[in-house]
C-alpha cells in the first residue's frame, strides 16, 4: 500500500510540473515503444493477443501526425507474426495544463511472417502524458481488423508504452 501512495505522489509531482510542457508542434518527431494484452473475436472464437508496437511519427502540422508503425503480434495457439501499417494522428487543440494532449487517428497495414498474411486496418483515441519535455506516457485504446481470405479477427485492446520526442 506504501508503494502505490508513493508512487501516486511521485506522478503527481511529474505531471503537476509547471517546467514541463509537450511538444506538439509542426516538425517535431516521435518514436514511441508501447504493447498491450487484448482479447480477439471472430468466427464464435475468442483468444488473447499479445502485441509489442514501434513506430516513428512526424508532426506535418501542429495537430497532423503521420508515420509508420512495425508490431509483433501473438495469438494464443498461433505462431507470431509482425505487421506493417501507415497511420495519421489528429490532436484537436485540446490541453490539459500542457502536458497531456489527446488524439484520434487510423491505421492501415498488411502482416508478413504467417501462412496467410492479412490486411490490418483500424481506429483509435488516446492520451499522450508528457512527464518530461521531450518524453511521455502514452495510452491509447484501439480497435484493429485483421482480414484474412477465409474471415477475419476483431481486436479489442489498449496500448500502454512511452513516446519520445525530438
Do not use: W
Request: proline share 2%.
Amino acid at each position: 500500500m506504501k508503494n502505490r501512495i508513493s508512487c501516486l505522489i511521485t506522478l503527481g509531482i511529474i505531471f503537476f510540473n509547471s517546467n514541463i510542457f509537450g511538444q506538439i508542434n509542426k516538425g517535431i518527431n516521435e518514436i514511441n515503444f508501447v504493447g498491450s494484452v487484448s482479447n480477439i473475436s471472430g468466427d464464435k472464437t475468442s483468444s488473447t493477443t499479445f502485441q509489442f508496437v514501434t513506430g516513428f511519427g512526424h508532426f506535418i502540422f501542429n495537430s497532423v501526425e503521420i508515420g509508420g508503425n512495425f508490431s509483433l503480434t501473438k495469438y494464443e495457439d498461433v505462431d507470431a507474426f509482425g505487421t506493417v501499417s501507415g497511420f495519421i494522428s489528429l490532436y484537436p487543440q485540446i490541453k490539459i495544463l500542457n502536458k497531456a494532449f489527446t488524439y484520434i487517428g487510423g491505421q492501415f497495414g498488411v502482416g508478413y511472417g504467417s501462412g496467410e498474411n492479412p490486411n490490418i486496418f483500424g481506429v483509435y483515441a488516446g492520451t499522450k502524458i508528457f512527464i518530461s519535455d521531450g518524453g511521455a506516457v502514452t495510452i491509447q485504446p484501439y480497435y484493429l481488423r485483421h482480414e484474412f481470405n477465409y474471415g477475419g479477427f476483431n481486436n479489442f485492446g489498449i496500448l500502454i508504452g512511452i513516446s519520445i520526442f525530438f
